[in-house]
């Protein structure tokens, strides 16, 4: 009896210790997947894309490239399902967090965007071609502005603020320190690279605006790495940081 009871309860207990190795094991996995997540933000939240408008390049293309210039109305009439499907996806569409300041620029876009799909719908159910012409090249420029909004002027400039989206979001603010300090040296980095990037043909009569912002961008991080070098106290780094946000805010809208 007492052989029979031993074995029954080791057998018991042998479960209940597996069932607890499990759990425990469970818990360290959700704990560590949380600690990770405050300190490393997915990806896409410094990814400035928004699949649905890339998306949607795929109907203005054909319009713009094929139908526009040889005038092939049937084509163009043949569009306005793909413009409108495509156009709902944009209006629900959802920037992603390092383009959070973009929003009320993003929204007036979108105003006008709507109103060019509204005449393309209204002109493309006409013989009205010059109003079909037109209204397929407002629909195109249009398309065009909410791309500029979202796409960053060079990739220099879309380097450094994913660099700085995290440092002023997420690590220093969360306390960080490890993470803020290689970040300060990363921004550093980037922002050599930008004070010495060339603009994109559009933006080429901004350059000697943005040549000057940006050698204070440097300046600034540069100011804010020598802080951190000297160990400077909290509130110092907190203007430090401040400082390089609002620069880099000051460059961006250069081009709004």
């Not at 052989?3 to 425990?24: H, P, S, V």
């Not at 569409?93 to 005449?119: C, H, M, T």
């Not at 000697?208 to 106290?233: G, H, R, V």
Request: aromatic share 12%; glycine share 2%; charged share 25%.
């Amino acid at each position: 009896m007492l052989r029979k009871f031993l074995i029954t309860n080791y057998n018991f207990m042998g479960i209940e210790m597996k069932n607890l190795f499990i759990y425990t094991t469970l818990i360290f996995l959700v704990f560590i997947s949380s600690v990770y997540s405050q300190d490393h933000k997915p990806s896409s939240e410094t990814n400035s894309s928004v699949p649905e408008l890339n998306e949607f390049h795929e109907v203005i293309y054909p319009i713009w490239h094929t139908a526009y210039p040889v005038k092939d109305f049937e084509l163009l009439k043949k569009m306005v399902p793909e413009v409108n499907s495509g156009a709902e996806k944009i209006y629900s569409a959802q920037l992603p967090g390092i383009l959070r300041d973009k929003y009320p620029e993003w929204n007036k876009g979108l105003v006008k965007f709507r109103s060019s799909v509204e005449r393309y719908n209204k002109f493309m159910n006409t013989d009205a071609e010059t109003e079909m012409l037109k209204s397929a090249e407002e629909l195109h420029s249009n398309y065009e502005m909410l791309v500029r909004v979202v796409k960053p002027v060079t990739q220099e400039v879309d380097e450094f603020h994913k660099v700085l989206y995290m440092i002023y979001h997420h690590y220093w603010p969360n306390k960080n320190t490890k993470e803020f300090v290689k970040a300060v040296d990363d921004l550093e980095m980037r922002a050599k690279e930008l004070n010495t990037c060339v603009l994109p043909k559009w933006a080429a009569n901004k350059s000697e605006e943005f040549q000057k912002q940006s050698q204070k961008l440097y300046d600034a991080t540069n100011s804010l790495k020598k802080l951190l070098s000297a160990n400077a106290n909290k509130p110092d780094i907190d203007k430090a940081v401040e400082i390089v946000h609002t620069n880099y805010v000051a460059l961006e809208k250069l081009f709004d």
